[in-house]
């Protein structure tokens, strides 16, 4: 059994990928921002290799997966393309941390400081520096794991101290809501958070990534800062 839907699917996707680029395009502008500075991550659980081909072909160039047996047995079908990067967007289990790590340019939704030590230990066996985000549980919701933003000062001054990994900036999943409005104080918290950190000198490297907002919210993200949206049913249609 494979792990994504083999049925070819009738969503169009070149007009999808046309409409959330006219969606992050007004909404960056309404905020005063470069739309370029925003990247687009299609969020690309349960979606056929076929229908990733189709994204390829018409533009789009960041793949996030949640789970890593999917991811693999997609990859080898879309193979090495120009330009083409894969994030890995899931929770991480610790047995699977070394088959993800140097796998996936950037894991979002890294939520210790035990995990990104795994990933520090994984990455020297490969002799290469991981690029992370450090997830952040903004409303502090039992359900899902990430750091509080009142720990985030102390683990982002260990993390940084690991030479193999390399903190490119924040993550988070707010508490669903009906209203996409209703997700913009807890994307607000987060750039807040970051701002205070940044302040504070405690992001190393240039770029503070704010990953950040998925269909039905990520133009409420983008006025709040996002620099990456994460979208699935807004581009491939609704998951089966
Ligand atoms: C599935 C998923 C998304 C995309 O959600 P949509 O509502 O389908 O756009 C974004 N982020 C994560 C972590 C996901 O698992």
């Given at each position: 059994m494979s792990s994504f839907d083999e049925s070819s699917v009738s969503v169009d996707i070149a007009s999808n990928v046309q409409s959330i680029r006219l969606g992050i395009r007004q909404a960056a502008l309404r905020a005063g921002r470069?739309?370029?500075?925003i990247q687009f991550v299609a969020a690309?659980?349960?979606?056929a290799p076929s229908v990733l081909v189709e994204a390829y072909r018409v533009g789009v160039r960041i793949f996030g997966e949640n789970r890593l047996q999917e991811a693999q047995e997609k990859m080898p079908n879309i193979?090495?393309?120009?330009g083409l990067a894969w994030h890995f967007i899931g929770r991480m289990q610790s047995r699977k941390l070394k088959d993800i790590v140097g796998k996936?340019?950037?894991?979002?939704s890294v939520e210790s400081v035990e995990q990104a030590h795994r990933i520090d230990t994984a990455a020297e066996k490969l002799g290469i520096q991981q690029d992370i985000l450090l997830e952040v549980n903004v409303a502090g919701e039992g359900t899902k794991g990430g750091f509080s933003c009142k720990e985030m000062k102390e683990a982002i001054d260990q993390v940084d101290r690991l030479p193999h990994v390399a903190i490119r900036g924040l993550m988070t999943i707010p508490p669903f809501s009906d209203?996409?409005?209703?997700?913009r104080p807890y994307f607000s918290e987060l750039r807040q958070l970051r701002d205070s950190l940044a302040q504070q000198r405690l992001?190393?490297?240039?770029v503070e990534e704010l990953s950040m907002g998925m269909s039905h919210d990520y133009q409420v993200a983008i006025e709040e800062g996002a620099t990456m949206v994460r979208i699935g049913t807004a581009l491939f249609g609704k998951r089966g």
């Amino acid at each position: 059994m494979s792990s994504f839907d083999e049925s070819s699917v009738s969503v169009d996707i070149a007009s999808n990928v046309q409409s959330i680029r006219l969606g992050i395009r007004q909404a960056a502008l309404r905020a005063g921002r470069d739309p370029s500075s925003i990247q687009f991550v299609a969020a690309t659980k349960t979606v056929a290799p076929s229908v990733l081909v189709e994204a390829y072909r018409v533009g789009v160039r960041i793949f996030g997966e949640n789970r890593l047996q999917e991811a693999q047995e997609k990859m080898p079908n879309i193979g090495l393309r120009q330009g083409l990067a894969w994030h890995f967007i899931g929770r991480m289990q610790s047995r699977k941390l070394k088959d993800i790590v140097g796998k996936f340019s950037l894991l979002h939704s890294v939520e210790s400081v035990e995990q990104a030590h795994r990933i520090d230990t994984a990455a020297e066996k490969l002799g290469i520096q991981q690029d992370i985000l450090l997830e952040v549980n903004v409303a502090g919701e039992g359900t899902k794991g990430g750091f509080s933003c009142k720990e985030m000062k102390e683990a982002i001054d260990q993390v940084d101290r690991l030479p193999h990994v390399a903190i490119r900036g924040l993550m988070t999943i707010p508490p669903f809501s009906d209203n996409p409005g209703g997700t913009r104080p807890y994307f607000s918290e987060l750039r807040q958070l970051r701002d205070s950190l940044a302040q504070q000198r405690l992001i190393h490297g240039g770029v503070e990534e704010l990953s950040m907002g998925m269909s039905h919210d990520y133009q409420v993200a983008i006025e709040e800062g996002a620099t990456m949206v994460r979208i699935g049913t807004a581009l491939f249609g609704k998951r089966g």
